[in-house]
């Protein structure tokens, strides 16, 4: 399936809050597999933004980025645009990962009290993992 770094990222976010809950298994497995997808994805995101953040740095002598006592790289504000509007493209990006798809009719089964219920934008989120399935 293809998405953008930014929808991964997104993505990632809620599966970690979403992946705590009591869940119906077949959905909790889907949403396990794809977790780690994400996740893997997000730390390759995450590291990448982190070189693009480095490269626009203030530099100390010895040519390492500066880092301020709140643990940021300190920037040039004249650099800024520049590194926002690179780190907006690069989350534009799309790249195409294996999702496993669950029956959005494992949906239904959240109204069973062994169940914790999901948000509207938890349920958003697991979109593009649902898909109607006819089963026998």
């Known amino acids: 399936m293809d998405l953008t ?3 991964i990222r997104d993505k990632y976010k809620v599966f970690v809050a979403i992946s705590s809950k009591k869940l119906p ?3 909790s497995y889907a949403i396990s597999k794809n977790l780690s997808v994400l996740e893997k994805e ?3 995101i995450d590291d990448n ?4 953040a480095e490269a626009y740095a203030e530099k100390n002598p010895d040519g390492t980025p500066i880092i301020d006592k709140n643990k940021c790289y300190v920037i040039n504000e004249a650099a ?3 590194l926002n509007k690179e780190i907006a ?3 534009r990006t799309v790249t195409s990962i294996d999702i496993c798809k669950a029956n959005i009719k494992e949906l239904d ?3 069973d009290s062994r169940y914790d219920a999901l948000s509207p934008a938890e349920i958003s989120a697991l979109d593009f993992m649902l898909e109607d399935i006819m089963e026998n």
């Open 5 to 7: 770094l930014g929808e």
């Open 25 to 27: 298994i077949k959905l």
């Open 42 to 44: 997000a730390n390759l």
């Open 49 to 52: 933004r982190i070189k693009l």
């Open 80 to 82: 800024l645009p520049s």
């Open 89 to 91: 493209e690069y989350y």
């Open 109 to 111: 089964k959240l109204e």
